[in-house]
């Protein structure tokens, strides 16, 4: 039994049972997000969240209750590994969300308004693309975590520099963090900038050097996903 249901809520193998079952949990979570385009709290939206939740609690219990195929280990320590994965706690912040939403838990907190972009991520298990994303992301880990290391240098070495080099622009090495990050990004927002020529020396080295900080990961990506398609074809 547990087996069919692991078919059924995991694997998605085609048959009629996961495709009818993957199609009623994406119109669960489109459900959801009714509330979220409109300011105003009618008594629907409230019922439209309290049914949803239920579906997605027993989701959650069905999906927990198969964790040793998930894992292929029949150990119990794949039921206690199983709400630590990244796509299990943004589930249950889902479910947590939802909770807020129809017993009034935080209501008009920066923390409801959080929790609710728990409801639109949910969906993104659903996409086959994103899995496949995800797959690259966790064959390149190692990559991008070189790389992310090498920003963060490359952000507080940039911050300090510039923090010593222009005291009166910068007030504090936060602010100067800030520009440093923006700067990596090349979106450079203006509310902070550089005005002595050192200083401008400085910001056009630091976005030299961001620009090719930047494009590692997608190069990384990139690779990562040719191959995927080479391995199918």
């Not at 209501?107 to 995800?134: D, G, Q």
Request: aromatic share 16%; proline share 2%.
């Amino acid at each position: 039994m547990r087996k069919i249901i692991y078919q059924t809520v995991h694997v998605y193998d085609g048959s009629k049972f996961s495709i009818i079952y993957k199609w009623f949990m994406i119109l669960a979570i489109l459900a959801t997000m009714i509330p979220l385009v409109t300011k105003e709290d009618m008594e629907v939206f409230i019922k439209i969240d309290f049914a949803c939740l239920v579906i997605f609690i027993i989701d959650f219990i069905l999906r927990w209750s198969c964790a040793d195929y998930k894992f292929k280990n029949d150990s119990w320590t794949s039921f206690a590994r199983y709400p630590f994965r990244l796509i299990s706690i943004i589930d249950l912040l889902s479910i947590f969300a939802l909770f807020c939403s129809v017993f009034g838990w935080y209501a008009n907190s920066a923390i409801s308004e959080v929790l609710k972009v728990f409801r639109i991520v949910r969906i993104l298990r659903y996409s086959k693309n994103i899995r496949t994303i995800v797959y690259i992301l966790k064959q390149s880990k190692k990559a991008l975590i070189a790389v992310g290391s090498l920003a963060v240098g490359y952000i507080l070495i940039s911050a300090l520099i510039i923090f010593n080099v222009e005291p009166e622009s910068f007030n504090s090495f936060f602010d100067a963090v800030y520009w440093a990050t923006v700067s990596l990004t090349t979106v450079g927002y203006g509310d902070i900038y550089p005005v002595s020529n050192v200083g401008r020396i400085v910001a056009m080295l630091s976005s030299f050097f961001g620009i090719a900080i930047v494009a590692l990961p997608a190069g990384i990506i990139t690779a990562g996903y040719l191959n995927v398609l080479k391995d199918k074809c």
